[in-house]
């Protein structure tokens, strides 16, 4: 199973960035990570979780509406490395988040089969 460790988190002011970064270990092989989706979720205090960002294996990417244009996914197989780049940070943005892996290009959190233990963003206004 791949192990998948994030970092990055932390308190920051409104409309500041933050860099999250997600990497994969264990029996991963750098071929297996090529393939994988790779996806962020959070999970906001009281609430459910839910997905934030994913890129394919090609790179095709997907972002839920409220972070479009604020939010950036990228990967580095290489280094098997999902990073998520976070600009114009809002109070609304605070949560744990949880960088996951999957087979399939898809926002449906059942089809992610291995999870980070996350790493909490703080946005103070």
């Known amino acids: 199973q791949v192990r998948l460790v994030e970092s990055g988190g932390g308190l920051v002011p409104a409309e500041g960035s933050l860099r999250l970064s997600c990497e994969a270990s264990?029996?991963?092989?750098?071929?297996?990570?090529?393939?994988?989706?790779m996806a962020w979720f959070r999970q906001a205090p009281g609430k459910e979780r839910e997905f934030v960002a994913a890129i394919s294996r090609s790179e095709s990417t997907d972002y839920t509406d409220s972070v479009k244009g604020r939010f950036f996914i990228s990967r580095d197989n290489a280094e098997k490395t999902v990073y998520l780049q976070m600009n114009r940070l809002k109070p609304e943005d605070t949560a744990v988040y949880y960088c996951a892996s999957s087979a399939a290009f898809t926002r449906l959190q059942r089809a992610y089969d291995s999870w980070g233990q996350g790493t909490q963003v703080t946005v103070s206004s």
């Open positions: 264990g029996r991963t092989g750098g071929r297996t990570f090529r393939v994988m989706t």
